[in-house]
Nanobody, 122 residues
């Protein structure tokens, strides 16, 4: 059972930057697709970005050019670099892994972290 722990969330002003981390309990990112999703209360989880075992990655249109996903395989840690954040980026951010090709569907991921809150003030 893979365990994921997110960190790095907090309060940031609009236009600022934040880096989220996702620590895995075992060697994960060389075999799995890792993704970041976000959720605002009572809404569906929204795809943010995903990175394949090969290093290829994609992101949602709403964050393209501002957010970058990466991972350090040796450290079993994934990252989401968030630049030029906006108030609409406020949400709980979750990392997830799944043995699938890159997917934007939450159901395609097998393991999830507990989430980290990101709040962007205007």
């Amino acid at each position: 059972q893979v365990q994921l722990v997110e960190s790095g969330g907090g309060l940031v002003q609009a236009g600022g930057s934040l880096r989220l981390s996702c620590a895995a309990s075992e060697r994960t990112f060389s075999n799995f697709v890792m993704a970041w999703f976000r959720q605002v209360t009572e809404k569906d989880r929204e795809f943010v970005a995903a990175i394949a075992w090969s290093g290829g990655w994609t992101s949602a249109e709403s964050v393209k050019g501002r957010f970058t996903i990466s991972r350090d395989i040796a450290m079993n840690t994934g990252y989401l670099q968030m630049n030029d954040v906006k108030p609409e980026d406020t949400a709980v951010y979750y990392c997830a892994v799944g043995k699938v090709v890159i997917s934007m569907r939450p159901d395609d991921y097998d393991y999830w972290g507990q989430g980290t809150q990101v709040t962007v003030s205007s």
